[in-house]
């Protein structure tokens, strides 16, 4: 089994910055897809970021390209989300997900994560 532990979210200005961190256990993660995804009030899950644990390629959503970052620490086994200029309409609850297969070719797709995080609430203020 695996547990996603993410911590790292809070109240910010808008313009500034987070980190969010996401502590991976229970399995091997070599092979893994790791995904960032958020939830605002109202509104479905959607895909932030991805990252390839084995090759280290990534991918964004438009709307956090040349703000965010994703990475991760193989010894930390730990994922990251840079997050620097922020807007009021990142507001949201973001979720660390793993995908086991690593189908790099379904990274976009919710369902093909298997093992999810609680959450960390991120509030940006205007």
């Known amino acids: 089994q695996v547990q996603l532990v993410e911590s790292g979210g809070g109240l910010v200005q808008a313009g500034g910055s987070l980190r969010l961190s996401c502590i991976v256990s229970?399995?091997?993660?070599?092979?893994?897809?790791m995904g960032w995804f958020r939830q605002a009030p109202g509104k479905e899950r959607e895909f932030v970021a991805v990252?390839?644990?084995?090759?280290?390629?990534?991918d964004y959503t438009d709307s956090v390209k040349g703000r965010f970052t994703i990475s991760r620490d193989n010894a930390k086994n730990t994922v990251y989300l840079q997050m620097n200029s922020l807007k009021p309409e990142d507001t949201a609850v973001y979720y660390c997900?793993?995908?086991?297969?690593?189908?790099?070719?379904?990274?976009?797709?919710?369902?093909?994560?298997?093992?999810w995080g609680q959450g960390t609430q991120v509030t940006v203020s205007s």
């Open positions: 997900a793993a995908d086991s297969r690593g189908q790099w070719g379904r990274r976009l797709d919710l369902g093909e994560y298997d093992y």
């Open positions: 229970g399995r091997t993660v070599s092979n893994f897809a």
């Open positions: 990252i390839s644990w084995i090759d280290i390629r990534t």
